[in-house]
């Protein structure tokens, strides 16, 4: 396992102090995790280096859901679809970190031309190969902002920003693969929220979370990024649990919605960002997967 000390990602400062150590999911090794003096941003210091390069080369979990973990899936994904339709109701949109590609799937069927992107190639084919589709993609960024332009009018980034190596850059990539006024929307779990109180150092999972947000350092690092950040809020959905009480996906979705109105702080956040109007569009794919 190599380490690697790293500066803060979202300002570039190295003064930082100690907020605390978690175990290891490899052995009984503690990780530091440390709070940047200067912006605030919670992370773990020093990291495994080169991490994207371990889950695009992991042995992916078979596609094989249960009826409740497709009821589950399905109501988050109707949740957050729902979420986005307050800012844009379809369109061309980019699930990034789409695993399984559950919301690209929802997404296609509510009318959206949706596209997924998942780091291990070997899990895109057999989403590929479960959903029917070609829509799933495992290329890196350049390759899509090559092949794509200034394209998509959503992307979607659900818990997946806690786990990259430079969060900063992505959002930067990100605002690029956007129309000019496009929407990125993204949700991380909250550092303040009471799960992480509850649980303590086990919360923190520092082989796999290297970074921990709250709704302030988050819309700070989208700002850094040069985006304009329209909502950056904690959520308390239980989205978990609720399939198991409502088998219908919509109404679990739709209690979710409303509890995601609620003014309080709970287990996620969610940012919401707009591209900056200044920023002119790029050309539009011919030919290739984009239609």
């Known amino acids: 396992m190599i380490l690697e000390y790293v500066a803060c990602n979202s300002c570039e400062s190295r003064a930082a102090t100690a907020y605390c150590s978690a ?72 699930d990034f970190g789409c695993g399984r590609g559950f919301l690209v799937h929802e997404a ?56 990259l190596t430079d969060p900063l850059g992505t959002a930067r990539d990100l605002a690029a693969l956007l129309k000019v006024g496009g929407i990125l929307s993204l949700d991380v779990p909250n550092v303040g929220s009471f799960r992480y109180r509850l649980r303590g150092r086990a919360a923190f999972r520092p082989t796999a979370h290297l970074y921990h947000f709250s709704a302030k350092s988050l819309a700070t690092l989208l700002s850094r990024a040069g985006l304009e950040v329209l909502e950056a809020k904690t959520s308390l959905t239980f989205l978990s649990v609720m399939p198991r009480v409502f088998a219908d996906p919509d109404r679990a979705a739709s209690l979710a919605y409303r509890l995601y109105r609620l003014p309080t702080a709970g287990f996620g956040l969610n940012v919401v960002a707009v591209k900056r109007a200044d920023v002119g569009p790029g050309p539009s794919p011919e030919g290739g997967r984009a239609r």
């Open 108 to 163: 296609a069927r509510a009318g959206w031309n949706a596209y997924g992107v998942e780091l291990n190639s070997t899990r895109a084919e057999a989403a590929n190969v479960y959903w029917g589709t070609d829509r799933i993609l495992s290329w890196n960024l350049d390759t899509l902002k090559m092949h794509f332009g200034a394209y998509f009018d959503v992307i979607n980034a659900s818990q997946v920003f806690e786990h």
């Open 23 to 94: 175990p290891s999911h490899y052995g009984p090794e503690l990780f530091q995790i440390v709070k940047c003096r200067n912006c605030g941003l919670i992370f773990v210091n020093p990291r495994i280096a080169r991490k994207e390069e371990e889950i695009a080369l992991r042995v992916p979990v078979p596609i094989d859901p249960s009826p409740a973990e497709i009821n589950g899936r399905t109501a988050a994904c109707r949740f957050l679809l729902g979420k986005i339709s307050r800012y844009r109701s379809g369109g061309r949109l980019l």
